[in-house]
Every structure is written in C-alpha cells, then in structure tokens.
C-alpha cells in the first residue's frame, strides 16, 4: 500500500525515469478486478493519454498524480505502479498498461483494492483526491506542532490514538502502515485514548510523526513495499508483519498483534502501556 512516503519516493522515481517519455498507446482494465475504481470508462484512457508527453509527477498524500498536458493520471493508494524496461513483459493479468514510444512501459496492478484515474485537469471531484491535494501533509513546514493540536482539538477526546491519526482521511496517506512505528517510537499504544495523552506526550508523538515519516521517506519507503522498480524500500521497519516473530528493539519482550479498525496492529505491551502513561 502506498503511504506518505512510498507516494513521494515513487514520484521521485517516476520523474527520474519516464519524465519526458511519448506515449504510444494505453490499454486499462484488460483484467477486470471488482476492486479497481476507474475515473469515467477506462476504453476511452488511450485516446485521452496516446500521443502526450510525460510531464512532472507529484505525491498527494498516499496517491501520485502524472501530469500529461491537461490530462491527469493518478494512481491511488493500492496500486502498484511497476516500470518496465524494453523487451520487459507485464505481468499476464493487469489493469493499466501504458506503453512509450521507446518501447519501455509502465504496468499498474491493483491487488486487494486501488484507483486509476485519468482526467482532464479540474474534472476529478473524488473526496479522497481533493482531500489529498488540500490538507497540508507531515512532509509540509505548516504541519507544525500548532497545526497538529488544531487537529488533536478537533475530535472527541475518546477515540483512540489509531482512530485520531489514521483515519477520517484526518491526515492524508497516513494509513495503518507507517502509524505502526510513529507509535512504537513515541512509546504509545495504539488503543490509547487521546485524553490520555498529556501535552508533553503529545510533544513527543509529533516528533516522533515527522521524524519516522522523514527517515521512510529518505531511505526509499518502508521494507514491506515495494518501489517502481520491483524493489523493497530501504527504511527496516521496528514493527510490521517482518518483525513480529522477533523481540522488541527495545526491551526484547514479545511484540503483540492484533486486528484493530481495519488493519493490523503490532506494538510491545512493555514498552506502550495501554493507559498511556
Ligand atoms: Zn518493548
């Protein structure tokens, strides 16, 4: 799944590698997927893209836009956006296929669920698009600890820490992934209700945001996804699915999992008490 710093790597990536590239043809959807959410009627992507020229491509959020002229390709948070070198060939089944006149391509496939948009500029009125391009992100100097309180003063002080910074689209691209070690580093657990988390915590929790999120981002993403090209990032996450069988980086204790809101949670029972102290 992209997140905020997967979105920015890819984006890196892509302006490094097909910025400036001719399209020559698209075919989108040739494997349908009841998952896959197309902008409009994805038969008419390869004549809104043949023959437009690559331009910059920027994170949004968990998404990354491509801009071609006044076209817009955007792909959402579960799609995964490979490059394919000349002679390389796509995967059988996939749902967006973009070739350039160079004979390399981009192959987009969507496994649990994800969005291939293309628009012209201005067309596309998704709430989790205009959202992304609208709220300020982690990466951002205005997300400062002023802004972070304005949002924690936003909600009812008894939903969880989980349910305050990875959902309500609160903090855009900020998913169940990355939150995992932001907390673990913060010491909070994730169940911890946010009235539990005094200021100097909270002091803590955002430090704690902005530095996981950056060290993510400058070392290519996390080691449980994979870039444009095929490859794991190089950030070793503390707690992910990798990690669970092994001891806490901190007091060698067992790791905990356990299904919460919608994705996992992993976290040291030791070292992020449950009442947030
Ligand atoms: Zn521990």
Redesign the pocket.
């Known amino acids: 799944m992209l997140e905020l710093p997967e979105s920015q790597v890819m984006a890196d990536q892509l302006n490094r590698t097909i910025k400036g590239k001719t399209i020559k043809s698209v075919t989108a959807n040739q494997s349908p997927h009841k998952f896959t959410f197309y902008f409009g009627d994805p038969q008419k992507y390869d004549s809104l893209l043949s023959g437009r020229q690559v331009g910059e491509a920027y994170a949004l959020a968990g998404q990354v836009e491509i801009a071609l002229g006044d076209a817009r390709l955007l792909f959402t948070d579960g799609a995964n956006i490979r490059y394919l070198k000349e002679g390389e060939k796509p995967p059988v089944k996939h749902q967006f296929y973009s070739e350039f006149t160079d004979g390399t391509a981009l192959v987009t496939t969507v496994q649990m669920y994800g969005g291939i948009h293309v628009f012209l500029e201005g067309q596309n009125d998704n709430p989790y698009y205009l959202v992304a391009k609208e709220k300020p992100t982690p990466y951002m100097e205005e997300f400062n600890r002023a802004y972070f309180e304005t949002l924690y003063e936003s909600v009812k002080q008894n939903i969880s820490v989980k349910a305050f910074l990875a959902t309500e689209q609160r903090i855009p691209g900020l998913g169940n992934g990355v939150l995992q070690d932001i907390l673990f580093h913060a010491g909070i657990h994730p169940k911890v209700k946010i009235e539990n988390i005094d200021e100097t915590k909270r002091d803590i929790l955002f430090k704690s945001l902005k530095k996981t999120l950056l060290e993510m981002k400058e070392k290519g993403g996390r080691d449980t996804e994979k870039n444009l090209f095929g490859v794991y990032g190089g950030y070793q996450t503390y707690l992910s699915k990798k990690t669970l069988e092994e001891?806490?980086?901190?007091?060698?204790?067992w790791?905990s999992r356990q299904a919460y809101l919608g994705g996992n949670i992993y976290f040291?029972?030791?070292?992020?008490p449950l009442d947030g102290r």
Do not use: S, V
């Open positions: 001891p806490c980086p901190k007091c060698g204790g790791i040291c029972p030791k070292c992020q």
